[in-house]
């Protein structure tokens, strides 16, 4: 059992960043890849990113690719999202998850568990 508690977001305005983080209970953070995923109003689940056990390696939305930054601190239990010149398609509720298994893969229902989610919301 792994519970995620996400952190960091807010209301800022488009161009500024924000870093989010995920922190995670238990001791085995480790043993889960780690993604980041968001959900605008009226608007199903999207993928942002996603990096391995080891955080050598990362995968992006191509809709984010150069603007977000996946990391995780496995001594902390913690993974982190840097989002930079942020725009207000942006606007959402950002959730990270934890996935157990092998395969790389950018669906929610691949995903073991997930946090209650952090608000974002970027002004023009």
């Known amino acids: 059992q792994v519970q995620l508690v996400e952190s960091g977001g807010g209301l800022v305005q488009a161009g500024d960043s924000l870093r989010l983080s995920c922190a995670a209970s238990g001791r085995t953070f480790s043993t889960y890849a780690m993604g980041w995923f968001r959900q605008a109003p009226g608007k199903g689940r999207e993928f942002v990113a996603r990096?391995?056990?080891?955080?050598?390696?990362?995968y992006y939305a191509d809709s984010v690719k150069g603007r977000f930054t996946i990391s995780r601190d496995n001594a902390k239990n913690t993974v982190f999202l840097q989002i930079n010149s942020l725009k207000p398609e942006d606007t959402a509720v950002y959730y990270c998850?934890?996935?157990?298994?092998?395969?790389?893969?950018?669906?929610?229902?691949?995903?073991?568990?997930w946090g209650q989610g952090t608000q974002v919301t970027v002004s023009s």
């Open positions: 990096i391995n056990r080891s955080g050598s390696s990362t």
């Open positions: 998850a934890a996935d157990g298994g092998n395969i790389v893969s950018s669906a929610p229902s691949r995903y073991d568990y």
